[in-house]
């Protein structure tokens, strides 16, 4: 794709995202015109490493919509600065725009094939989008020219591979996962392993191993590791989630409760228990959260009413013998959203 047409395209995605479309100038540029977001971030950064400094910024202070401007303005600034152009690719893939963030990547690919970030984050996407051959691709790429920077090989075996600080986590970690998607516990434990030794409190990595051990069944491992990487970072809400949603799966379901409240209402989180409740066949404690988050917000709450009416509908056909396995019981529930189950 031509570069100009992937970055019209990103920024209309963005500015989409703060009005009903995007602001254009009478020559109908959204580079231009001082009402533009853009031309707003050029009087900010004159030249592509102060863009890309005020871009790291911005990220870390979670400011997205700053960050991506400021990416933008460096690639403006510097057309081969793909460092930027990762970056834009990477705050698309973790808002869920896959198709922006694909474009961005190989993008990238494209005129550098062995860019290491490129290919990381391309593998990651992949693995987001449930194209696990894909990822695997990619991450191996990326393994490979980082162990090649380390003046070493990619080793068939975890066991054989080394790292350092500047080692790209995410690749480590990814491997991590798709080894856990095989139920190969043992290897994905050397990946983490790998990982642990670039960024010991990564809560990332953390959250990776908890699910990991939570797949093996070792919940009480997982529980531990959750604790854990939640004193690394208690901002990062996957932690939180997949916690709650453990606790849930354990009958610990005032903990459960809370531990969700930390992320999100309490009518939410009241909706999340009974969910998990329901697709395990606890029907009446089910009914009892559906009902609490109907109580917290009876207007708005349409998830937990239709629950609860799926809960007199498995009731009715446990009655008449239909529907006794968990499987039977789960196609009836309706699904909070995907961030409740437990994700690597």
């Not at 989409?16 to 602001?23: A, E, F, L, N, R």
């Not at 790292?163 to 790209?168: E, F, I, K, L, T």
């Not at 990982?195 to 990332?204: G, T, V, W």
Request: aromatic residues 8%; glycine residues 8%; contains cysteine.
């Amino acid at each position: 794709m031509n570069r100009n047409i992937l970055l019209l395209a990103i920024m209309a995605a963005l500015t989409g995202c703060q009005s009903k479309g995007p602001i254009l100038s009478n020559d109908n540029s959204i580079y231009s015109g001082r009402n533009s977001v853009l031309y707003q971030v050029q009087e900010q950064a004159s030249s592509p490493e102060q863009a890309m400094q005020m871009g790291a910024m911005a990220y870390r202070a979670g400011a997205f919509d700053q960050a991506l401007y400021q990416y933008l303005r460096a690639i403006e600034l510097d057309p081969n600065s793909y460092d930027a152009l990762v970056w834009v690719g990477r705050i698309h893939r973790e808002r869920g725009n896959e198709h922006l963030a694909e474009l961005a990547f190989s993008d990238v690919l494209r005129s550098d094939p062995d860019n290491a970030m490129a290919l990381a984050e391309m593998g990651l996407l992949q693995l987001a989008m449930r194209r696990p051959g894909d990822a695997r691709e990619m991450l191996d790429k990326a393994l490979a020219a980082d162990q090649k920077r380390l003046g070493g090989s990619a080793a068939p075996e975890p066991s054989g591979l080394k790292v350092d600080g500047s080692s790209p986590l995410r690749v480590y970690n990814g491997l991590g996962v798709l080894a856990d998607l095989d139920n190969d516990f043992a290897r994905a434990a050397q990946y983490y392993g790998l990982a642990r030794q670039i960024e010991p409190r990564s809560p990332l990595v953390a959250n990776s191993q908890a699910y990991s051990a939570y797949l093996a069944g070792n919940w009480a491992e997982a529980e531990a590791l959750y604790r854990q990487g939640i004193s690394f970072d208690g901002r990062y809400e996957p932690l939180w989630r997949n916690y709650g949603l453990l606790l849930a799966r354990m009958g610990r379901y005032e903990q459960a409760l809370s531990t969700f409240e930390q992320v999100e209402g309490r009518a939410e989180a009241s909706n999340d228990v009974g969910y998990i409740c329901l697709i395990e066949g606890n029907l009446d404690v089910a009914e009892q959260f559906f009902r609490s988050a109907i109580d917290q917000s009876p207007a708005h709450f349409e998830m937990a009413w239709e629950n609860l009416r799926r809960v007199e509908q498995i009731r009715r056909l446990r009655q008449g013998g239909v529907g006794q396995d968990d499987a039977a019981v789960e196609a009836f529930a309706v699904v909070p959203s995907g961030k409740l189950q437990a994700t690597p």
